[in-house]
C-alpha cells in the first residue's frame, strides 16, 4: 500500500512546487487517478493536501488549492466526504482570516462553489453552514463564474424503465424501441421523443433527446 501511496506523494509534490509557473495538470490529474482508484486513502490525500495548502509561500498554497479544487470535480464522494467535514471547513475559513488575497479569494470561491454544488446533499450541510455563516460574518464572495455554475448543475434524473410508452402507450417491441428523455427520463417512442435540447441546469451543452412535453417547457425557459 505504502509504494503506491508513494505515487500520490510524488505527484503532489509536483503539482504544488514553488518551482512551478502554472498549474502541473499531468500531476493534478494523477493525483486525482490515485484517489479514484483507491491507490490512496481520500482522508491521507487530504491531509497531505492540507498541508501544502497550510504552507507560507501563497504559490505553493495556490497549487495546493487548485489541486484540492480539481479533486472535488474529479473524485466523487470520496474526496466530497473529506472536504464536507466541519474540520476542513474550519481550517479553510482559519486560512481565509490569515492569508493573502489571491489564496483567500480562491477559498472563499471554492466554498461558494462546494456550497451550491452540495445543496441538496444533507451529508455534506458543514459546507453550507459554512458559507451562510461566513456570509453573516461580512465576507464578500466573489461572483460564480460560468465555468462553476456549469459545475454546480443539477443531476439529471435517472433513466425510468416500462413496457410502454410513457405518452401516448403504445408497447415497446422489436420495432417499436425504447427512447429515454434527458429532461425527465421518462421512456418514451421515438414518435414521442423526436426532438432535441439543450439542458442547461443539468449541465447538457449539447443537444440530446427530449420528449415532446420537455422540449416545450425547456423552449419556454429558453425564450423567457
Ligand atoms: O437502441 P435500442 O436497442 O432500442 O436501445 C435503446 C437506446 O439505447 C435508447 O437510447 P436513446 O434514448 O438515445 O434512443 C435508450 O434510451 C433505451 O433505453 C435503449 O433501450
Ligand atoms: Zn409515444
Ligand atoms: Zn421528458
Known amino acids: ?82 472536504v464536507a467535514s466541519k474540520e476542513f471547513m474550519e481550517f479553510l475559513k482559519e486560512q481565509v482570516k490569515t492569508r493573502p488575497p489571491p489564496v483567500k479569494e480562491k477559498i472563499l470561491e471554492l466554498i461558494q462553489v462546494w456550497s451550491h454544488a452540495f445543496r441538496n446533499e444533507p451529508s455534506y450541510k458543514a459546507v453550507q453552514d459554512t458559507f451562510h455563516l461566513m456570509k453573516m460574518e461580512g465576507y464578500t464572495f466573489p461572483a460564480l463564474k460560468e465555468a462553476d455554475a456549469m459545475f454546480v448543475a443539477e443531476k439529471a434524473p435517472e433513466w425510468k424503465d416500462g413496457e410502454c410508452c410513457t405518452r401516448c402507450r403504445v408497447v415497446f417491441g422489436v420495432v417499436q424501441r425504447k427512447h429515454h428523455c434527458r429532461n425527465c427520463g421518462e421512456v418514451m417512442c421515438s414518435k414521442c421523443s423526436s426532438k432535441v435540447s439543450t439542458i442547461p441546469r443539468f449541465g447538457i451543452e449539447r443537444e440530446v433527446r427530449v420528449c415532446d412535453s420537455c422540449y416545450e417547457k425547456l423552449r419556454d425557459k429558453k425564450s423567457t
Open 1 to 82: 500500500m505504502f509504494g503506491r501511496s508513494s505515487q500520490f506523494d510524488k505527484a503532489l509534490e509536483k503539482a504544488t512546487s514553488q518551482l512551478l509557473l502554472e498549474p502541473d495538470w499531468d500531476s493534478i490529474l494523477s493525483i486525482c487517478d490515485c484517489i479514484r482508484q483507491g491507490d490512496v486513502q481520500p482522508k491521507y490525500a487530504l491531509n497531505a493536501i492540507k498541508r501544502k495548502l497550510a504552507v507560507d509561500n501563497p504559490h505553493v498554497a495556490m497549487f495546493a488549492l487548485q489541486t484540492l479544487e480539481s479533486c472535488v470535480k474529479n473524485c466523487t464522494s470520496l474526496i466530497h466526504q473529506e
